[in-house]
């Protein structure tokens, strides 16, 4: 069982930035990849980025490419999205996800294990 749990999330200005962190606890993060969804109230829950159990590979929805960044720390068993330059039309709620893959995971119903979610919210 793994459990997640997300942190970092907040209300912003246009522009601004946030770093969401998920902190896992699993005995050996590095066999995980990982990802991050988002879902806005009346929307579907939809990807936002992955990363697979090394690191070396990643994904991002067209919506957040070179405004976010993935990454992880298998040391710390803790995987990280960083924000800049948000824009009101990312406030959502965001979840981390993983499932035991070396690739990345795109699809949010391959995903085993679901944190509860940290609301972000971007005013204009």
């Known amino acids: 069982q793994v459990q997640l749990v997300e942190s970092g999330g907040g209300v912003v200005q246009a522009g601004g930035s946030l770093r969401l962190s998920c902190a896992a606890s699993v005995r050996t993060f590095s066999g995980y990849a990982l990802g991050w969804f988002r879902q806005a109230p009346g929307e579907e829950r939809e990807i936002v980025a992955a990363?697979?159990?090394?690191?070396?590979?990643?994904y991002y929805v067209d919506s957040v490419k070179g405004r976010f960044t993935i990454s992880r720390d298998n040391a710390k068993n803790t995987v990280y999205l960083q924000m800049n330059n948000l824009r009101p039309e990312d406030t959502a709620v965001y979840y981390c996800?993983?499932?035991?893959?070396?690739?990345?995971?795109?699809?949010?119903?391959?995903?085993?294990?679901w944190g509860q979610g940290t609301q972000v919210t971007v005013s204009s």
């Open positions: 996800a993983a499932v035991k893959a070396g690739g990345v995971v795109v699809a949010s119903g391959a995903y085993d294990y």
């Open positions: 990363i697979s159990w090394t690191g070396g590979s990643t």
